[in-house]
């Protein structure tokens, strides 16, 4: 990538949780009953819990996956760590859900993409729709042409490897990544 620096995406927290609540609707398609609940709380046997947004899906007649979904608005200067995507797990396990996403407008610390990774949590940066144009250019790229996509803001689902972090695009008509995170994850 032409940028080496994550820059602030200017986005407030109702916009930034609608922006993920159309992502995951968008990525429903041809999955049979699919909701999403903005601002959902959730009983545990220890506390009561509220999450950004909670989606569930239905695999089999009546049997239906619960996915939590946290939305962290930090600074690039304060990248998601480990602590986070943990405390995430411990929720998924204390309201019994299945599944988790994080979406940051940070980037994430390789602990937590470790962790992550390993416990089957989604992790997305969200970054202003801009940053969808790359150039071999070492300083800041120009604008995008005029022919390409306008998108306001776009996602990249941050997955690790053995040599670094893999990243999917995701965008207002591209939701592919979440479909397959959520078709690989959906028997699991």
């Known amino acids: 990538m032409s940028r080496t620096t994550i820059e602030t995406v200017e986005i407030t927290p109702t916009e930034f949780e609608k922006q993920v609540?159309?992502?995951?609707?968008?990525?429903?398609q041809g999955v049979k009953k699919f909701s999403v609940t903005h601002q959902k709380k959730l009983e545990g046997p220890g506390s009561e819990y509220q999450f950004d947004a909670v989606a569930e899906l239905e695999i089999l007649r009546g049997a239906s996956i619960v996915i939590l979904v946290e939305c962290k608005r930090y600074s690039p200067k304060n990248p998601i760590k480990r602590d986070?995507?943990?405390?995430l797990h411990a929720k998924i396990r204390e309201v019994g859900a299945h599944k988790g996403m994080v979406f940051s407008t940070s980037h994430f610390q390789r602990g937590a993409l470790e962790y992550a990774k390993r416990h089957g949590i989604a992790t997305v940066l969200i970054q202003?729709?801009?940053?969808s144009y790359e150039t071999k250019d070492r300083f800041r790229p120009?604008?995008?042409p005029p022919w390409r996509p306008n998108y306001k803001y776009i996602g990249r689902?941050?997955?690790?490897?053995?040599v670094g972090y893999?990243?999917?695009?995701i965008a207002d008509d591209y939701p592919d990544a979440i479909?397959?995170?959520?078709?690989?994850?959906?028997?699991?």
């Open 179 to 188: 479909q397959e995170w959520l078709e690989t994850y959906r028997d699991s």
């Open 21 to 28: 609540r159309a992502w995951l609707e968008a990525a429903s």
């Open 157 to 162: 689902m941050l997955t690790w490897t053995e």
């Open 84 to 87: 986070v995507v943990m405390l």
């Open 166 to 169: 893999r990243s999917h695009l």
């Open 128 to 131: 202003d729709g801009k940053a």
């Open 142 to 144: 120009p604008e995008p």
